[in-house]
């Protein structure tokens, strides 16, 4: 997924298709969340408008992420669309424009915009499902506190619990009428 400016210009006419599977392990190292990344699948195809040429890419892959009330590992699907565009004139590209890059050293290198985009797409939580609490690295409950879930939550909404004794009088506040 790295071309040179000439080899670039040279498909101009032919047209360009990107289809190619990417190792982005690296991620582990960069983002401590990422336990296991599986290689990526990018394609996508090239456009060309004047002297620029804009990638449009599909990034799809696995990777596991522990889940953020277990900590069990969660394999956490993506598939991402993404155009990074380039500048193939030599011409300075402005730096507000966050979709328009320029070559290094004379080269295309689509990988290190992959990885970002992969990196942008992490959730802030993922969520495990049918987790036996045995097997959950996280506890469930503890000294005068317990994990409660939605199905947990609407039972006990139903039940009346019991008002700490002390608190009593502070619970009949809002039973009066004014």
Not at 8 to 15: E, N, P, S
């Amino acid at each position: 997924m790295r071309w040179s400016i000439n080899q670039l210009l040279a498909k101009k006419h032919a047209g360009l298709t990107v289809d190619e599977q990417a190792d982005v392990s690296e991620l582990k190292e960069r983002d401590r969340e990422i336990r296991e990344i599986s290689p990526v699948d990018v394609t996508g195809t090239a456009a060309y408008s004047g002297e620029t040429v804009t990638f449009h890419l599909r990034i799809k892959g696995t990777m596991v992420l522990p889940c953020s009330r277990t900590l069990v590992d969660v394999h956490y699907p993506f598939d991402i669309h993404t155009a990074e565009s380039f500048r193939l004139d030599g011409m300075p590209v402005d730096e507000e424009d966050i979709y328009m890059h320029e070559p290094e050293d004379g080269y295309v290198d689509l990988l290190p915009y992959v990885k970002e985009n992969i990196l942008l797409e992490l959730p802030i939580q993922v969520f495990a499902e049918n987790v036996d609490e045995a097997e959950a690295p996280a506890p469930q409950d503890g000294e005068d506190w317990k994990v409660i879930t939605e199905e947990s939550n609407e039972s006990r909404e139903t039940e009346k619990s019991d008002v700490d004794p002390r608190m009593a009088d502070l619970a009949k506040f809002f039973d009066k009428k004014q």
